[in-house]
């Protein structure tokens, strides 16, 4: 089957830099994408990696391992408009796409 | 249209009642998805169209919920007998073609359902 695994909540501080940990199980991979949800809106496209390594786009990068089965999304220099949900969503062989529960990113000054 | 548009907003009903959703998706996008999510959830995916057919419906829960898409544009979600853990916010997203790895979902802002 498939499987997504992302913390539920997290806190940082503004200015700092967190990881977001995404790890799952899937039989067939075509991609992985982060988006991001702030509160009461719709999720918003933020990355895709389907080649292992890092894409950085500004002050977020994304990294993937498909050997480990393991991603993460790197926010650097943190702002308080850094906080909302950030969802894992995998694209499996078929290209349908299987999305975590998201972690909630507290973002404190 | 410029981003995916959804009506009604919020839709507040009671228990038994039929209700329709409604989703624009953007000019040009070929794939339309359907989704609900709860409070702290991800989304759940329900149906997805290519076109005017429905490539998978598997997300469904059950026979009470049924979408259309006649014409390859707008989509309809309709729910009957509405109960009272269908209240949730209906999500619909638009893609220029489902099928492909790079397959960049556009959200409309969403249709919260509260049944009474």
């Known amino acids: 089957g498939q499987n997504i695994d992302q913390p539920t909540e997290m806190t940082a501080t503004e200015g700092a830099i967190v990881q977001i940990n995404c790890t799952y199980q899937?039989?067939?991979?075509?991609?992985l994408f982060w988006y991001q949800q702030h509160a009461g809106e719709a999720p918003t496209f933020l990355s895709y990696?389907?080649l292992d390594g890092l894409e950085e786009k500004g002050r977020f990068s994304s990294f993937l391992s498909r050997s480990k089965g393991y991603s993460y999304l790197l926010l650097k220099e943190l702002q308080m408009k850094d906080s909302a949900s950030y969802l894992c969503?995998?694209?499996?062989?078929?290209?349908?796409?299987?999305w975590g529960a998201g972690t909630k990113l507290i973002i404190k000054p | 249209g410029a981003g995916v548009s959804q009506t009604p907003s919020n839709k507040v009903t009671e228990k038994g009642k039929y209700v329709e959703l409604r989703c624009d998706p953007i000019?040009?996008?070929?794939?339309l998805y359907w989704y609900r999510q709860s409070l702290g959830q991800g989304p759940e995916f329900l149906i997805y169209?290519?076109?005017?057919?429905?490539?998978?419906d598997s997300g469904l829960p059950n026979d009470r919920f049924f979408a259309v898409r006649p014409e390859g544009s707008v989509s309809t979600l309709k729910i009957q007998r509405t109960e009272r853990g269908d209240s949730a916010v209906y999500l619909c997203?638009?893609?220029?073609?489902?099928?492909?790895?790079?397959?960049?979902?556009?959200f409309g802002a969403g249709s919260r359902l509260t049944v009474l």
């Open positions: 997203a638009s893609s220029l073609s489902a099928g492909t790895g790079a397959n960049v979902l556009t």
């Open positions: 000019s040009g996008h070929t794939a």
């Open positions: 169209f290519q076109g005017t057919g429905a490539a998978d």
């Open positions: 899937t039989s067939g991979f075509n991609g």
């Open positions: 990696n389907v």
């Open positions: 969503v995998l694209s499996d062989s078929n290209y349908q796409l299987i």
